[in-house]
């Protein structure tokens, strides 16, 4: 720690403390040295670093043979390019240049840990020794059961307090209240003229601002509380964020307020334990606590399907196992090593020749319309051009983009004469049909048992762990306009595989795609149908599934088969 509060024992960890600095700029330039010098005088068996700024001191301990892991809570590249306090024409250089310093440290290291998949997936490239470990809660901190009757028109906000996540629309949205409601604001700011600013807003005087608490000041907020809030903006670097506030919420078995991000909204209406809204829509947020507090009933089942689904997943005591033994694993071998001159310069010509590969693929370029779904199309666009979460100067979904050319196909038979041939896909999705497989558009709410037995039928796939989404049922499926939704029926009529086709504009993208694990050929028959149907209907240019480059082999080579070739992709939207 370098808090200035001086060592102390608490519940049994020894805390050494290196010494409080003062401004962000003697925090990164002084802090990190002051730390290694008190790490130094530990000399621990393993050294595990959190904040950026002790990266390169983490360099140094590895130097001097100490075991060294890396947790990392941001993608820290991309929260710079919205950090407030760094002028705009620099941010993207800072974020570049600490990308690769991050690049080249983590390499390095002894190990990772990550809070979140999407983090997890950025640095497995770099080390193979990453484990995800997400920040969920303690059980034992939260009643087993929350008790309505101490509730009061009160809703909460836990932790710290920004702009960025939400300050003044949630205090302007107090302002917007028909109910007696009350915000309890809770946590650490930094930000003097944030403060100033939110003290003059109309909706202050119902805001009681409690600063910061420890456990037993947020058991109480949370007991009184009927709903808790998590706005955070739709910046890059939380729109993949895990906080353990939103989990913290359905521990406490009271129903979330969340920003509308696709992944919170499949945690939150997968569990039916919240309300999305838009973070920047002050009057979203008054009307949803209103809602909640219009009908208690609601808000109570909400909360006990939220805690339901912390006792069952989102809970400390799994990720501590995984935890406990990556030390096992870190602890159990040698220390690592620089990579040899050798290994430098296997991995020098394979990056080379991966240039030369994207240098070379053909360009195509894919237009959004927006009054097809203005919510989903930009929110899709934003997705899709934002920063590559590893790779910062390029778009997120622009290179080696996996299009088939529907325009290139005249007809039906035009598409399967390309993908003819043993072991391609019109071989196997004749093997499908003989075996009386069909593929047919389905209404997802009648076939919601089914759809859940898919999705839990393997741990894995890919070689990739199931994420977290496809671990609960969701009970009900709400259809959007600009989306058709197919699967794959056995003779028997039962569900064996489904896929969700997402319309943009000149183009179309699969945006999920699963079934269960056989050799029939399913898979295969359920893509050529799709792309069949599209070819007859015609107006689109191109079909997307995802990327090449990305993918595992397997992933890759079933794409091919199905004629997808990687692309380079420039985007575009008619608003």
């Known amino acids: ?85 760094l002028w705009p024409v620099l941010r993207r250089p800072v974020s570049r240049a600490y990308a690769l310093l991050e690049r080249h440290a983590v390499r390095r290291l002894d190990g990772i840990i990550a809070a979140t998949p999407f983090i ?44 960025m996540r939400g300050a003044r629309e949630l205090v302007g949205a107090c302002a917007l209240m028909r109910t007696p409601t009350r915000l309890k604001l809770a946590g650490r700011s930094d930000d003097t003229a944030l403060d100033i600013v939110l003290r003059t807003l109309p909706g202050w ?39 353990i506030k ?7 078995g009271i129903p979330v307020i969340a920003s509308d991000f696709p992944l919170w909204r499949s945690i939150i209406e997968g569990n039916q334990c919240g309300i999305c809204i838009d973070p920047l829509d002050e009057a979203a947020i008054a009307a949803a606590v209103d809602m909640l507090f219009d009908d208690p009933q609601r808000a109570r089942t909400m909360g006990q399907n939220g805690r339901r689904a912390v006792e069952h997943h989102y809970n400390w005591d799994k990720e501590s196992e995984t935890l406990l033994a990556f030390y096992a694993r870190v602890l159990g071998s040698r220390p690592s090593d620089a990579p040899a001159s050798a290994t430098l310069t296997a991995w020098l010509r394979a990056r080379w020749r991966l240039a030369r590969v994207l240098i070379a693929l053909p360009r ?24 590559h979460p590893r790779y910062k100067i390029i778009g997120h979904k622009t290179v080696g983009v996996a299009l088939l050319q529907l325009r290139h196909f005249t007809s039906v038979q035009d598409y399967l004469a390309q993908i003819q041939g043993r072991n391609n896909g019109a071989h196997h999705a004749r093997r499908a049909r003989a075996r009386d497989y069909l593929v047919r558009e ?36 709400e259809s959007m306009p600009n989306f058709k939704y197919y699967g794959v029926l056995d003779g028997s009529g039962r569900l064996v595989a489904y896929c969700n086709i997402g319309y943009y504009g000149d183009f179309a993208a699969i945006s999920q795609l699963i079934g269960y694990r056989n050799n029939h050929g399913v898979m295969h028959l359920l893509v050529v149908n ?46």
């Open 1 to 85: 720690m370098a808090d200035g509060l001086g060592d102390d024992v608490r519940d049994g960890v020894r805390i050494v403390d290196a010494g409080r600095t003062c401004g962000r700029l003697a925090r990164i330039l002084r802090a990190p040295w002051a730390v290694l010098a008190r790490a130094l005088e530990i000399d621990a068996a393993l050294y595990q670093l959190h904040d950026p700024e002790l990266i390169p001191i983490g360099l140094c301990l590895k130097r001097m043979g100490k075991r060294v892991v890396f947790d990392s809570h941001e993608d820290v590249p991309v929260q710079l390019l919205a950090k407030p306090y």
């Open 120 to 163: 997890g997936a950025k640095f497995s490239s770099f080390n193979a020794c990453t484990v995800n470990v997400n920040n969920y809660p303690i059980l034992e901190e939260f009643d087993n059961e929350a008790d309505w009757e101490l509730k009061g028109a009160n809703v909460c906000y836990l932790g710290d307090i920004s702009a």
């Open 205 to 243: 005087p119902r805001v009681d601002a409690l600063g910061v608490l420890n456990r037993a000041g947020v058991r109480k907020v949370l007991a009184r509380s009927f709903a808790g809030l998590v706005t955070l903006h739709p910046v890059s670097n939380y729109l993949d964020a895990l906080p």
């Open 246 to 252: 939103l989990f913290e919420y359905m521990a406490a």
């Open 364 to 387: 195509a370029r894919l237009r959004f319309r927006s009054s097809i779904n203005p919510k989903d199309i930009r929110g899709t666009f934003h997705n899709f051009t934002k920063a």
């Open 442 to 477: 389905i209404e997802r709410n009648d076939y919601v048992d089914q759809i859940h037995a898919i999705n839990t039928s393997l741990d894995t796939r890919q070689g990739r762990p199931m994420d977290d989404c496809y671990r609960y049922k969701q009970e009900v499926f």
């Open 530 to 575: 799709v792309v069949e149907s599209m070819i007859v209907q015609g107006g689109l240019e191109y079909l997307m599934f995802d990327t090449f480059f990305g993918a595992s082999a397997g992933l890759q080579n079933f794409k091919t088969i199905l004629g997808f070739k990687p692309y380079r992709v420039s985007y575009s939207i008619d608003e």
